[in-house]
Every structure is written in C-alpha cells, then in structure tokens.
C-alpha cells in the first residue's frame, strides 16, 4: 500500500508533532503521514542519519520536518529536546511516544540489563516525554498524546515477559493520565499494533512470521500505514472525544 491510498483528509496546519523512532519502521510511516496532513513534525531518534533520510522525503514531498538526535534512554537527551522545541515553536500540539526496543528471551534467562533496558526505553520514556509535554500542553489547552504499545501489553506473549510489562504500563500510563488531561482538551491514546512488517518484526525469522500469519484473519503482516492511519486520526481534530482508549490494529489477531 502506497501512503496516496490512505486518503487522508486531515489538516494539522499550523500544528507541531514530536515523532520519538521516526527513523525507521513505525516511526518513520506516522511522521511522513502527519507531515502530509500539514504538521510540522519533529524527527526523533539517535541515527541521525536516518532521521535525515525522513525529513528529506518529507520535505521532497512538499511536508515540513526536522531533525533532532535523541536517545530517549536518557533523561538529559529528553529534556534537551523538549527545551529546543519550547523554544523553537512555543508549542507542542501532537506527541507520539514511538521509539521502543526488543530484548527478547524467557524470563528465568533473562538478565538485569535486559529488564531494565526495556523498561527504561519504552517505558520510562514515555513517562518523561509525557510529563514535559504535558506541561507544554496544559498551557494551550490543547493537545494529543499517543503511546505506540502493542498487543503484547495486552495479551502477553512468551519471550516478551519485558517488553509486555513495558507496553502493559504504557497503557496503564495513558489511562491515568487521560483522566488526568480530558478538562484539558488533551486527549490520551494508545494504538496497540499486532505484527507489523519492520526490522523489528523481520529479526523474528521467516519460520516464526509463518506461524504468525497464521494466526491473524486478514492473513497478512500489518503495513506500517495500517498503523500511521490511526495515529494520524487520534491526532485530528475528529478524535477530540476518544481519550483513554487503545486502539488495536492487529488484522484481527487479538478478536
Ligand atoms: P524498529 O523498526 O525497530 O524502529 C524502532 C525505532 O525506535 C527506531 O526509529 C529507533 O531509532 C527508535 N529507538 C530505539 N531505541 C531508541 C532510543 N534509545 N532513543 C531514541 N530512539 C530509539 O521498530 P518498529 O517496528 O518500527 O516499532 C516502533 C514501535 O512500535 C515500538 O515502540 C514497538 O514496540 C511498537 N510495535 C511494533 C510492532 C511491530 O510489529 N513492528 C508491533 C507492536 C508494537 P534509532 O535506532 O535510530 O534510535
């Protein structure tokens, strides 16, 4: 599926998107489709050379973007971030919290490193570019905060003990804090995605994407536009009533 099929019909003139992972994958889909609805997006990730490779088409497609380097591992490279955009744009009016990392393996052989690096990255993450965009947000009265977790936060799966605990709290996260938000007119989402073709995906072998496939009734991988298409519509003025909620796009694996 090319993005000209997706039909998009949203504008977010005059709006600022943070991106986190828009380098690749993802990441990179929802950033081209919110710069097409006219957003000016901020491009996060630490491969800077990537992210540069983004904006370019972004820009050649006639969109608007910008690079910034950020390892969301860091609380510094975070706050670094946010600071540049307060003063950049005065503004922040989407936030997607997409960056996010597999360390897969069964949970009696998994080591502190891998736990912790999990949680710090997917997780604490999101916490903190939550809570300075919230700040952000609060101000203008306005805003969209969506956390890409993914149905393992909600279903589980064996190998992933970390990276569902991580998603898992996402969505823990996102419901909270769309409570915390809705006076606000800030609204608060998740998108849960099942198998979604990616570098991420691809690391789990032919064999295992075999057996997956299998399992999901539209009998095929996600595109990562399956997925940018949600985002793009939690982001838009017609989502303004669905907060709190997490959204699965999964070919309907999970039903
Ligand atoms: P991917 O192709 O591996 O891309 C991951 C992105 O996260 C990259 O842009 C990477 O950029 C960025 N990232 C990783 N660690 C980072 C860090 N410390 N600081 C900043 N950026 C970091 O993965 P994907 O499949 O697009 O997944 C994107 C998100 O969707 C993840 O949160 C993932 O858990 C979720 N998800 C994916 C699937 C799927 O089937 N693909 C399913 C459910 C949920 P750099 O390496 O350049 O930093």
């Given at each position: 599926?090319?993005?000209?099929?997706?039909?998009?019909?949203?504008?977010?003139?005059?709006?600022?998107?943070?991106?986190?992972?828009?380098?690749?994958?993802?990441?990179?889909?929802?950033?081209?489709?919110?710069?097409?609805?006219?957003?000016?997006?901020?491009?996060?990730?630490r491969?800077?050379?990537?992210?540069?490779?983004?904006?370019?088409?972004?820009?050649?497609?006639?969109?608007?973007?910008?690079?910034?380097?950020?390892?969301?591992?860091?609380?510094?490279?975070?706050?670094?971030?946010?600071?540049?955009?307060?003063?950049?744009?005065?503004?922040?009016?989407?936030?997607?919290?997409?960056?996010?990392i597999?360390?897969?393996?069964?949970?009696?052989?998994?080591?502190?490193?891998?736990?912790?690096?999990?949680?710090?990255?997917n997780?604490t993450?999101?916490?903190?570019?939550?809570?300075?965009?919230?700040?952000?947000?609060?101000?203008?009265?306005?805003g969209?905060?969506?956390?890409?977790?993914?149905?393992?936060?909600?279903?589980g799966?064996?190998?992933?003990?970390?990276?569902?605990?991580?998603?898992?709290?996402?969505?823990?996260?996102?419901?909270?804090?769309?409570?915390?938000?809705?006076?606000?007119?800030?609204?608060?989402?998740?998108?849960?995605?099942?198998?979604?073709?990616s570098?991420?995906?691809?690391?789990?072998?032919?064999?295992?994407?075999?057996?997956?496939?299998?399992?999901?009734?539209?009998?095929?991988?996600?595109?990562?536009?399956?997925?940018?298409?949600?985002?793009?519509?939690?982001?838009?003025?017609?989502?303004?009533?669905?907060?709190?909620?997490?959204?699965?796009?999964?070919?309907?694996?999970?039903?």
């Open positions: 599926m090319s993005h000209t099929d997706l039909g998009l019909a949203t504008d977010l003139s005059g709006q600022v998107a943070l991106v986190t992972g828009a380098s690749q994958g993802l990441g990179k889909a929802c950033a081209e489709r919110l710069a097409e609805c006219k957003a000016h997006v901020v491009c996060a990730a491969s800077v050379d990537k992210l540069q490779a983004t904006v370019e088409g972004i820009v050649a497609a006639g969109g608007s973007a910008e690079v910034v380097a950020c390892d969301v591992g860091s609380k510094e490279s975070i706050a670094e971030v946010f600071a540049n955009i307060e003063a950049k744009h005065q503004r922040l009016d989407i936030l997607l919290n997409n960056a996010g597999t360390r897969d393996t069964l949970l009696p052989r998994m080591s502190d490193e891998q736990w912790e690096d999990v949680i710090q990255t997780l993450s999101c916490f903190l570019c939550c809570r300075a965009a919230s700040r952000i947000m609060m101000g203008a009265r306005y969209r905060i969506i956390n890409m977790a993914s149905v393992s936060g909600l279903i799966n064996p190998g992933q003990t970390n990276y569902s605990a991580s998603k898992a709290g996402m969505i823990g996260l996102t419901r909270s804090l769309s409570r915390e938000l809705g006076k606000r007119k800030i609204t608060v989402n998740a998108i849960a995605p099942g198998f979604i073709e570098d991420m995906t691809k690391a789990l072998g032919d064999d295992i994407l075999k057996e997956v496939k299998k399992r999901i009734p539209a009998n095929r991988l996600g595109h990562p536009d399956d997925v940018a298409a949600v985002a793009v519509f939690l982001a838009s003025p017609a989502a303004s009533y669905i907060t709190g909620q997490v959204i699965t796009v999964d070919g309907g694996m999970t039903v």
